[in-house]
């Protein structure tokens, strides 16, 4: 089994920072593509930012400039750094991997969700 583990939510005032971390355990091979998403009640999951195994990473346009994704492959963990956090960032974020259990297959699994809400 692989799990995904999120952590580092919570409630903070418009301006102010948080760090969200991702850690994938279990039986693995080795992991592609990792990245956060989020969703905002009554909103579809839209992505927020994604780092390859070869430190790629992408953004979206309403992140870009404040947001920070960083990934250690050794520890299997990602990162998001968050800064200038603004009212319409609050959402639950989710962290994705695409996991690669045997050499050939792959698999997309998912966190169970951390809550970031941003007071203005």
């Known amino acids: 089994q692989v799990q995904v583990v999120e952590s580092g939510g919570g409630l903070v005032q418009a301006g102010e920072s948080l760090r969200l971390s991702c850690a994938v355990s279990?039986?693995?091979?080795?992991?592609?593509?990792m990245g956060w998403y989020r969703q905002a009640p009554g909103q579809q999951r839209e992505p927020v930012a994604t780092i390859t195994s070869a430190d790629i990473t992408n953004y979206s346009e309403s992140v870009k400039g404040r947001f920070t994704i960083s990934r250690d492959n050794a520890k299997k963990t990602i990162w998001l750094q968050m800064n200038g956090l603004k009212p319409e960032d609050t959402a639950v974020y989710y962290c994705h991997a695409n996991v690669k259990r045997t050499s050939y297959m792959s698999q997309n699994y998912w966190g169970q969700g951390t809550q970031v809400t941003v007071s203005s």
């Open positions: 279990g039986s693995i091979f080795s992991i592609n593509d």
